[in-house]
């Protein structure tokens, strides 16, 4: 994805306005008919995707943010259900959405729709947490500073610095595992594409 595609997801103004996720549980009673009914929907901001990574020894979820400016995709975060929360980070109370979640805003990714196909919906937040990870989003691409001592504090631990390279690490092996993917798709058109023109 070219640089000014890359702003272009990062600074988009809108988000789906029309979106009932915050509203989703009430309105069907059960998480399960939620899911039932946010699949059949379809991908959207707002929803938790689970992969299966190589080598991964805990649960981690994928936030979908924003849409792509201009391919079938999203902008995602990371999210997880471990409590430390630096300043890149949103915290998703119990009562909303599929909390109590971590959002690790500081390693957004690219996530094509095609992409989530081989995952599985695991659960939804809500808008004003949408709306913080979207804004955590800018401060990090921003370079801006968010939170105040303690949560300074909170980053300085050991224990903070070591899942948040185990974040960094399911970051990048899901950015590789979908590159090979993709690599492996256009295998077949390129093909194609050279019998075509002999």
Same mark, same amino acid.
């Given at each position: 994805?070219? @640089?000014?595609? #890359?702003?272009?997801?990062?600074?988009?103004?809108?988000?789906?306005?029309?979106?009932?996720?915050?509203?989703?549980?009430?309105?069907?009673?059960?998480?399960?008919?939620?899911?039932?009914?946010?699949?059949?929907?379809?991908?959207?901001?707002?929803?938790?995707?689970?992969?299966?990574?190589?080598?991964?020894?805990?649960?981690?979820?994928?936030?979908?943010?924003?849409?792509?400016?201009?391919?079938?995709?999203?902008?995602? +975060?990371?999210?997880?259900?471990?409590?430390?929360?630096?300043?890149?980070?949103?915290? +998703?109370?119990?009562?909303?959405?599929?909390? &109590?979640? @971590?959002?690790?805003?500081?390693?957004?990714?690219?996530?094509?729709?095609?992409?989530?196909?081989?995952? @599985?919906?695991?659960?939804?937040?809500?808008? &004003?947490?949408?709306?913080?990870?979207?804004?955590?989003?800018?401060?990090?691409?921003?370079?801006?500073?968010?939170?105040?001592?303690? +949560? #300074?504090?909170?980053?300085?631990?050991?224990?903070?610095?070591?899942?948040?390279?185990?974040?960094?690490?399911?970051? +990048?092996?899901?950015?590789?595992?979908?590159?090979?993917?993709?690599?492996?798709?256009?295998?077949?058109?390129?093909?194609?594409?050279?019998?075509?023109?002999?």
């Amino acid at each position: 994805m070219n @640089t000014e595609t #890359h702003k272009e997801a990062l600074w988009g103004t809108s988000h789906n306005s029309n979106s009932p996720i915050g509203r989703r549980s009430s309105s069907t009673g059960t998480r399960e008919g939620a899911l039932a009914s946010l699949a059949a929907e379809g991908p959207r901001p707002g929803l938790l995707y689970q992969f299966q990574l190589p080598g991964m020894t805990f649960t981690l979820l994928w936030a979908l943010v924003r849409v792509l400016p201009d391919e079938p995709g999203f902008l995602a +975060v990371p999210a997880d259900d471990n409590p430390l929360a630096g300043g890149d980070d949103v915290e +998703v109370p119990e009562s909303s959405g599929t909390g &109590p979640l @971590t959002l690790r805003c500081g390693y957004s990714t690219y996530i094509l729709t095609r992409d989530l196909e081989s995952a @599985t919906l695991a659960g939804w937040i809500d808008q &004003p947490q949408l709306q913080q990870a979207h804004e955590a989003i800018l401060a990090v691409a921003s370079g801006r500073r968010r939170g105040g001592f303690a +949560v #300074h504090e909170v980053e300085a631990t050991a224990e903070y610095e070591g899942w948040i390279a185990r974040i960094a690490h399911a970051e +990048v092996t899901l950015t590789e595992l979908l590159e090979q993917r993709h690599a492996l798709a256009a295998v077949p058109e390129t093909e194609a594409t050279f019998e075509d023109s002999l």
